[in-house]
């Protein structure tokens, strides 16, 4: 089944505690990104990648950094979060560039005490 | 910088009823325009995507519209059912290399039996 995962699902975790938060697709595409979708702020897009070893900035980067070392796996990684990083990270890729539509993946709920 | 707006924020509607979603945009230069749907706590599910040539795109009982030199789409939902209680997002892609998602607050619906 054609599909982005993302793990964990959940995360309650303290401040300054480095995690990473995983993503894979299984559709060979060259394209992925992640945003976070916060309450009032809508979903917005913190990092993404247009294919291996290249990635470039969203909307809101600060405080994460990303790496594509391999097309399928897009990690998230947050050095030392802070409470204003708790939110719902979602994955996403598309096959190519603008014009292909983009499949989401399920979700991560991150809590940053 | 592009901004999306969705009215309502929020549709209560008696099942079987048709309803249109609105969502408009403030840059006209978009390359397409991606209508998804939420479920609490899940992730996006691609519904729609118009590029910006087309002027709608229709499945099933939904229809999307693209009016880009007004920067307007609507979503028709025919015959409404419980089911479609969602969370309506509609984003758009801008007109350039890059590949950055600008999203809508969503319309939040509620079909009731």
């Known amino acids: 089944e054609a599909q982005v995962t993302q793990n964990p699902r959940y995360l309650i975790t303290v401040t300054g505690k480095k995690l990473t938060v995983t993503c894979s697709q299984n559709m060979n595409h060259e394209y992925m990104s992640w945003y976070r979708q916060d309450p009032g702020l809508g979903l917005r897009q913190i990092y993404y990648?247009?294919?291996?070893?290249?990635?470039d900035k969203g909307d809101v980067p600060e405080g994460y950094k990303v790496s594509r070392k391999e097309k399928r796996n897009f990690p998230l990684i947050l050095e030392s979060p802070s409470p204003n990083q708790t939110s719902l990270y979602f994955c996403?890729?598309?096959?190519?560039?603008?014009?292909?539509?983009?499949?989401f993946g399920p979700g991560t709920r991150l809590t940053v005490t | 910088k592009q901004e999306v707006t969705q009215i309502p924020a929020a549709l209560s509607v008696p099942e079987g009823e048709n309803l249109v979603l609105n969502c408009s945009f403030t840059d006209s230069a978009i390359y397409n325009l991606q209508w998804f749907r939420q479920d609490p706590g899940k992730g996006l599910t691609s519904l729609l995507l118009i590029q910006s040539s087309q002027r709608e795109q229709t499945s099933g009982r939904l229809n999307a519209s693209l009016d880009k030199s007004s920067g307007r789409s609507t979503l028709y939902i025919a015959a409404s059912q419980p089911g479609d209680s969602a969370t309506y997002l509609c984003a758009v892609r801008p007109d350039n290399a890059g590949n950055m998602l600008t999203f809508g607050g969503g319309t939040r619906l509620m079909v009731k039996p």
């Open positions: 990648s247009m294919n291996v070893e290249v990635t």
């Open positions: 996403a890729s598309s096959f190519g560039r603008a014009i292909n539509e983009q499949y």
